[in-house]
């Protein structure tokens, strides 16, 4: 495909379900980062992966977050036991190498609403 | 600790008139800073990434300057439309490989 993207696009879960959130980056891209968004809020940075060795995941707020990516190209962001706090757009992003000169493309999110 | 801060948090402005959206960062020692769109329910899209040793890049009616050692960047929008009308925003990589963001302008441009 010409760009991120990312599945479901929606996802409604209750409180104490487990979730897997799928990103699949521009082929060939190296590097793949995850944010997590609030509502009304800017980005912010979960975990990063370069092919698949997760560099950082300084971000994953507790461990009931995981995020893998074993092929070195789609990537699973996995929510154990949700609560209502995960709610909010989780954003993946996929750049060309492992600089930091390189543009981060940015798929459409998934919206995790936690009830 | 980098922390990004965009002001103003909206703005309303008739189409065709010039803006500026500001941004500021606390900490200068960043890689690149980056300007963003996104429109609702969607994702980013790159407007304009300034390396650190540049001062400005433009794209089209967009114009971005970068001032590190005053750690403030600038968003300049010429001659509004309607279309433009998003949430912008900045964000900062620092030496590590994240995107630091602000919380965003959200611009509406009336007809």
């Known amino acids: 495909g010409a760009g991120v993207s990312q599945s479901p696009r929606y996802k409604v879960a209750k409180r104490g379900q487990d979730v897997a959130l799928r990103c699949d980056p521009i082929?060939?891209?190296?590097?793949l980062f995850w944010y997590q968004q609030a509502l009304g809020q800017g980005p912010e940075f979960l975990t990063y992966?370069?092919?698949?060795?997760?560099?950082?995941k300084s971000g994953l707020p507790s461990d009931r977050f995981f995020a893998e990516r074993p092929e070195g190209s789609v990537s699973t962001l996995k929510i154990q036991r949700t609560q209502q706090e995960d709610s909010a757009v989780y954003l993946c992003?996929?750049?060309?190498?492992?600089?930091?000169?390189?543009?981060?493309?940015f798929g459409p999110g998934t919206r995790l609403t936690v009830l | 600790k980098q922390e990004v801060t965009q002001i103003p948090a909206a703005l309303s402005v008739p189409e065709g008139e010039n803006l500026v959206l500001n941004c500021s960062f606390t900490?200068?020692?960043?890689?690149?800073l980056q300007w963003f769109r996104q429109d609702p329910g969607k994702g980013l899209t790159s407007l304009l990434l300034?390396?650190?040793?540049?001062r400005e890049q433009t794209s089209g009616r967009l114009n971005a300057s970068l001032d590190k050692s005053s750690g403030r960047s600038t968003l300049y929008i010429a001659a509004s439309q309607p279309g433009d009308s998003a949430t912008y925003l900045c964000a900062v990589m620092d030496s590590s490989y994240k995107l630091i963001f602000g919380s965003g302008t959200r611009l509406l441009v009336r007809p």
């Open positions: 082929s060939g891209h190296v590097s």
């Open positions: 300034i390396q650190s040793s540049q």
């Open positions: 992003a996929s750049s060309l190498g492992g600089a930091r000169t390189d543009t981060q493309y």
């Open positions: 992966f370069q092919n698949e060795a997760q560099l950082d």
């Open positions: 900490d200068s020692a960043i890689y690149n």
